[in-house]
């Protein structure tokens, strides 16, 4: 039987490159979006729901949906926002959380049961090397710092199930958004969203089994 992997966000721009490298790797590819578009843009391989996962009940229930071993789980749904401290409001403080550490932290916890049942399940969460803070993106830094907290908290605390969890830390990405975003920057030197997924990939391989609770930068 096929391995099983999860991908939240895996319609978006890294979520993709993700999802195509385990559909290589011979995984079966479960992945969400939060937009209805998504069902009708995305192209890749997979089962697509659409599913906000911040909202704890519409998490729950999609992940009982889930096969019962799932052994990879790229948790990528996030998002980004810039506002100057003067003028962060709730809203925004909220949102950045919902979109980040929420989604993030009751996937893990409604999956927790069938990483297990996997026996040797891996966990990659995507941080951000902004989180030990960045101008501007003080609300997006400290939900991933969370991210990144969350997923070293995971590591020590589903040792004894044999799950392994870690986050990654990318820089600047080259996704469409990015290159709208700042049409004036060096593109090359941005990691590609392929990149990634190959370290995800090997991260939730058996060539990584002794690597647990680690965030790891990346950089060219
Ligand atoms: N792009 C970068 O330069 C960069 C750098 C460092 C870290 N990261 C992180 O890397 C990850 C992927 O980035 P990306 O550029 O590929 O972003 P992206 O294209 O916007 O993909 C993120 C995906 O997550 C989904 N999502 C957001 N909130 C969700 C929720 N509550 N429930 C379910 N799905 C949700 C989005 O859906 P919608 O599109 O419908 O909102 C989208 O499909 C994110 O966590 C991001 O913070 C990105």
């Known amino acids: 039987m096929a391995k099983v992997a999860v991908v939240t966000g895996g319609a978006g721009a890294l979520g993709r490159a993700v999802c195509a490298w385990f559909d290589r790797a011979g995984y079966s590819v479960f992945l969400n979006g939060i937009s209805e578009s998504e069902r009708e843009n995305y192209r890749g391989p997979g089962q697509l729901d659409i599913v906000d996962l911040s909202i704890e009940d519409q998490c729950r229930k999609w992940a009982a ?15 980004f926002s810039m506002k100057p401290i003067v003028e962060l409001d709730s809203l925004e403080i909220e949102k950045m959380m919902a979109m980040n550490l929420l989604s993030a932290a009751l996937t893990l916890s409604a999956l927790t049961p069938k990483l297990t049942a996997a026996d040797g399940a891996s966990v ?10 960045a101008p501007g993106m003080a609300a997006y830094a400290a939900a991933k710092a ?15 199930h044999r799950v392994r969890v870690n986050s990654i830390l990318p820089d600047v990405i080259d996704t469409p958004a990015n290159r709208a975003a700042m049409p004036g920057a060096n593109f090359d030197e941005w990691q590609k969203p392929e990149e990634i997924a190959e370290v995800i990939g090997f991260l939730c391989s058996d060539s990584a089994r002794v690597i647990t609770g680690n965030a790891l930068r990346l950089g060219r």
């Not at 990659?124 to 803070?133: E, H, L, P, R």
């Open 146 to 160: 969370a991210v990144v907290s969350l997923a070293a908290s995971a590591s020590i605390e589903l040792k004894k």
């Open 124 to 133: 990659v969460m995507v941080g951000s090397q902004a989180y030990t803070g």
């Open 65 to 79: 949906t889930l096969p019962e071993r799932v052994h990879a789980a790229a948790l990528i749904a996030g998002g």
